[in-house]
C-alpha cells in the first residue's frame, strides 16, 4: 500500500536553529498538508498546499514556516528560527482529492 | 478553538462488547467527518468517513452515525478486540473551502481489555 514517508523521524535542534522537515507523498496525490500534534494536545493543521502554492494556512503558520515543493516528490516544511513551543510531533499528509487523506508516521521535533 | 470535541479522554471496554465513541461539533460548515485512530510514534490511520448527506456509513466493524441536528457523531466497534487499542480522532472539514483542512477533535483513548 502507497505511504507518505516523513524524515527524519526524530530531530533534535538548538533554540533559534532552523530545521527543515521532508516528507515524499504519495506519486499520484495532489493535495499535501502539515500538520502538529503538541504533546497531549489535538492534532492541528499548519498549511494546505495545492497546485505548487499555499491553498490555506492557520494562524500557527506564522512567517517562520514556510513550505516548498522543491521537486516532482518531496514536500519540505522550514522553520527558519526554532522556539521551544515549536517541539512537537509534525505529520505531512498528501491526498488525491479533498477527502481521503494519508499521514505519514510523523517527525518529532525537539527544541532544547 | 472547540469547533470539534470529544468529551471522553478515554474508554475501556471488555474485549467481544461494543465500544462506541462520540464527538460533537458547532461549526454547521462541516460536510464531512471522519475517524482516524492512531497508535504511539505513527501517524494518524483513517478508518472511516461520513458525508452530511447521510446518516450512516458501514465498513466491517466499524459503524460511523451522523446525527446533524445534534451536531454530533459517534463511531461503533463491534466487536471490540484488543488490537483496537488506540487513540481515536473525530475529524471534520468544510468541502466548500477548497482546501481540504481538517479540523480534530482531542482524542479518545480506548482500551480493549482480554
Not at chain 2, 463491534?78 to 472539514?93: E, H, I, L, M, T
Amino acid at each position: 500500500e502507497p505511504e507518505v514517508t516523513q524524515t527524519p523521524s526524530h530531530q533534535v535542534t538548538q533554540m533559534g536553529q532552523e530545521v527543515i522537515l521532508r516528507c515524499v507523498p504519495i506519486s499520484n496525490h495532489l493535495y499535501f498538508y502539515w500538520y502538529r500534534q503538541i504533546l497531549g494536545q489535538k492534532v492541528e493543521f499548519l498549511v494546505s498546499f495545492y497546485n505548487n502554492e499555499i491553498s490555506e494556512k492557520s494562524e500557527i503558520f506564522d512567517d517562520q514556516f514556510s513550505v516548498e515543493r522543491p521537486d516532482g516528490s518531496n514536500f519540505t516544511l522550514k522553520i527558519r528560527s526554532t522556539k521551544l513551543e515549536d517541539s512537537a510531533m509534525y505529520f505531512c499528509a498528501s491526498s488525491e482529492a479533498l477527502n481521503g487523506y494519508t499521514f505519514g508516521s510523523g517527525t518529532r521535533l525537539t527544541v532544547v | 478553538d472547540q469547533q470539534v470535541k470529544q468529551n471522553s479522554p478515554s474508554l475501556s471496554v471488555q474485549e467481544g462488547r461494543i465500544s462506541i465513541l462520540n464527538c460533537d461539533y458547532t461549526n454547521s460548515m462541516f460536510d464531512y467527518f471522519l475517524w482516524y485512530k492512531k497508535y504511539p510514534a505513527e501517524g494518524p490511520t483513517f478508518l472511516i468517513s461520513i458525508s452530511s448527506i447521510k446518516d450512516k456509513n458501514e465498513d466491517g466493524r466499524f459503524t460511523v452515525f451522523l446525527n446533524k441536528s445534534a451536531k454530533h457523531l459517534s463511531l461503533h466497534i463491534v466487536p471490540s478486540q484488543p488490537g483496537d487499542s488506540a487513540v481515536y480522532f473525530c475529524a471534520a472539514s468544510a468541502h466548500g473551502r477548497d482546501t481540504g483542512k481538517l479540523i480534530f477533535g482531542q482524542g479518545t483513548t480506548l482500551q480493549v481489555k482480554p
